[in-house]
């Protein structure tokens, strides 16, 4: 008796790996449009993302990423009795990533993914009330990686929302925090 419920409860186990083994999620190229919002230093970025990616096979792909920044961070602060109005704005961003996928189902993937990146953002001060404003562009590399969803409602369009930590590699850069929803295609 003792072993035919061990042998029972074992084949419940396996259920779900035998059903993940299945899962026949399709290959090939793959690209995504959508909105990202990063996070650094007390500054909030946004950007319009694009990514054209290869999945080799159900586990594994690539993908490449551009980014070109919509939205900037204002703040207003007083130096010397002078108030100083400041706008920072992501010019745009590239990353190559390795990608690994959990499929779920036909349809529906986890996600990870580690790669290489190179952003560039401008910030711009101005003194209220006067002319005087001083420009400066810095530019950072990072080691990104994060992690996410996707869904395909009919095996070619869907969603896909993910989290990517990018950490800088200039001579203690920090790091951002990257969120970002886009709409996704199966060619």
């Not at 590239?94 to 990870?112: M, R, W």
């Not at 290489?116 to 080691?143: F, R, V």
Request: charged share 15%.
């Amino acid at each position: 008796m003792k072993i035919l419920i061990a042998a029972a409860s074992a084949a419940v186990c396996l259920l779900p790996a035998a059903a993940l083994a299945q899962t026949a999620a399709p290959t090939g190229v793959y690209g995504t449009l959508g909105y990202s919002d990063a996070h650094t230093g007390g500054v909030d970025l946004g950007a319009i993302e694009g990514r054209l990616g290869w999945r080799f096979n159900n586990w594994l792909g690539v993908e490449g990423e551009l980014a070109g920044g919509v939205k900037s961070d204002k703040s207003t602060t007083t130096v010397g009795g002078v108030t100083v109005d400041t706008k920072v704005k992501l010019k745009d961003a590239e990353a190559i990533y390795g990608v690994g996928f959990l499929p779920l189902s036909n349809n529906f993937d986890l996600l990870a993914r580690v790669g290489y990146g190179h952003s560039s953002a401008k910030a711009t001060a101005t003194a209220a009330g006067t002319a005087i404003s001083a420009s400066q562009t810095a530019d950072g590399n990072s080691w990104n990686y994060g992690v996410g969803a996707q869904y395909h409602f009919d095996g070619q369009n869907g969603v896909r929302g993910d989290y990517t930590r990018e950490a800088f590699t200039d001579h203690n850069s920090g790091h951002a925090d990257v969120w970002s929803i886009a709409y996704t295609r199966r060619f």
